[in-house]
C-alpha cells in the first residue's frame, strides 16, 4: 500500500477520537463520573499537559513539543517500507493527531476514560491509539530477524 493509505488511516482515526470527544464534551456535567460496565467510569478532564498533567503549566510548550512529533513520525512513516511498520506508526500518528487537534482548538486535550484498577490515569481514544501503537512497534522490534 502507499504511504498515502496509511496517512488516510492516521486521519480516519483522529477523526474517530474527535468525534467521540465532541460527545463528551457536550454531555452535561452532572453526567460525570458514569460508570460504563466493570471496568471502566466516564469522566471528563481538560488537560493541558501531557500524560498525568505533566507540564501542564506549559500548555504553548507541550503543544509546540507535540507538533514536532507529529511531524517526526510523519516523516517515519514514509521511511519504512513494510506494511505492519508503517501501520502500528499511523495508528500511533492517528492519536498524536488526535491529541494535537485538541491542543489547538481548546488548548487542552479532553479526556473522559477511567480504567477502574488505575482510577489516577484518565485517557482518550487517542492515548489508546498511540498505546498500541508503541505496542506494535515493540512487538516488531523482538519479532525482527535481522
Known sequence: MRTVVYLVISLILAGIDQVIKEGIRRLPADFFPHPAGPLFTITRVFNPGISFSIGKRFPL??????????????????????????LVWAVSLG????????????????????????????????????FFGVAGLIYLCFRRDD
Request: charge should be positive; glycine fraction near 4%.
Open 61 to 86: 510548550a507541550v503543544t509546540v513539543i507535540s507538533t514536532v512529533f507529529v511531524l517526526i513520525c510523519i516523516l517515519i512513516l514514509f521511511a519504512f517500507k513494510q506494511k505492519s511498520e508503517r
Open 95 to 130: 492519536g498524536m493527531i488526535g491529541n494535537l487537534t485538541d491542543r489547538f482548538l481548546f488548548g487542552a486535550v479532553t479526556d473522559y476514560l477511567i480504567l477502574r484498577p488505575l482510577p489516577l490515569f484518565v485517557c482518550n481514544f487517542a492515548d489508546i491509539c498511540i
